[in-house]
């Protein structure tokens, strides 16, 4: 078990308080897979755990109340939007971001290390860090590691990332290489200015598709000592094939006693995979975006609700699922609402989806206190990934 302390000084003595635990509960008899209890600041998140992204200081169309009804435990925001608008002084000043959102659960906050990939036309990457052009009005910002730790400080999150720079795919070697050495430049002057005893701080693991680069990664990273570890790069470009085995490479790699995160990776049939590699937390836009789009995740696969299969179909989303919106609504009616352009199908599909993960994690969990998590999570792929569910 790892506890990770920080000491408040009242001369002459000296009080011990603990911001985060990690405790691997059970291990699975087959696979990596492993189940576990990270205790924060804000309270427990049950491991593997999948944290919906609310960037911007919401999870879109959801409301807190409806995530904690949905199974939610952790959320994810992100350190360069909320620098953007309203500001991170702003939202430290209006009580911190768990007051600013409504949340009292945990919270990461993402560096904003992942929009120095996503935003390559809007930025300029220098030894110093990161200068964008906002593509909001053109206004330039400035992110370097202890800027970076500013702003998640005045956040407050509970799990604060280093800056990392995420090359895209397809990258030469030479610039994976770069990518890595920048990382652990910046990962140690974050963690020479991060200003919050109360914070954890997570390393990321940067590398590409090169097995030798993740390994040196990750021994570096280690070597620089921090609560919790990331696989950061992956889902930037490359195949399903060429992403499982990065992670399923790296994962068991990083340190047994700390929790593990797969950043930004959350179709349902990788993340069981990864489960399995050993990795702890996850993210992902894929449950409300794709909810959005008129799209829910079945244990059968995707279901497209805009369909006209749909259209006359009195079941539900699916059989047995008990959200709210598979408990009073059918299909039909969410066929209408995407067909009229109502704003209540988006986020009736995005609470399904969110309760989907949330299930799907709490069954991961229990088939590795099982001992059986193998057999589940083949089981799993093979049926979510034979293609659209029928409608």
Partial sequence: ?????????????????????????????????????????????????????????????V??????????????????????????????????LHAFMGWDGPILTDSGGYQVFSLADHRVIAEDGVRFRSPLDGREMFLGPRRCMEIQNALGADVAMVLDQCPPYPCSRELAQEAVERTLRWSAECKACHGRADQALFGIVQGSVFDDLRRASV??????????????????????????????????????ERPRYLMGVGFPADVVAAVGDGVDLFDCVAPTRMGRNGTAFTPDGRLRLRNSACKDDPRPVQDGCTCPCCRVYSRAYVNHLFRVGEMLGPVLLSIHNLTFYSGLMAEARRAIAGGRFAEFGDRFIARSSKGDADA
């Fill in 63 to 96: 409301t807190s109340e409806q995530l904690r009804e949905c199974g939610v435990e952790m959320v994810l925001a992100n350190a360069y939007h909320l620098a953007l608008r309203p500001g991170a002084d702003a939202v430290a000043r209006l009580g911190g």
């Fill in 1 to 61: 078990m790892l506890v990770a302390p920080f000491f408040v000084v009242f001369a002459p003595f000296a009080v011990k308080v603990v911001f985060m635990e990690f405790e691997v509960t059970a291990r699975d008899q087959d696979s990596r897979a492993r189940a576990g209890r990270l205790s924060l600041r804000s309270g427990i998140v049950r491991t593997p755990a999948f944290m919906p992204v609310g960037s911007r200081g919401s999870v879109r169309g």
């Fill in 219 to 256: 021994r570096r990273t280690v070597e620089l000592g921090f609560d919790g570890y990331a696989v950061g790069g992956v889902s930037v470009g490359e195949d399903e094939s060429q992403s499982r085995h990065t992670v399923a490479f790296t994962a068991p790699l990083l340190p047994e």
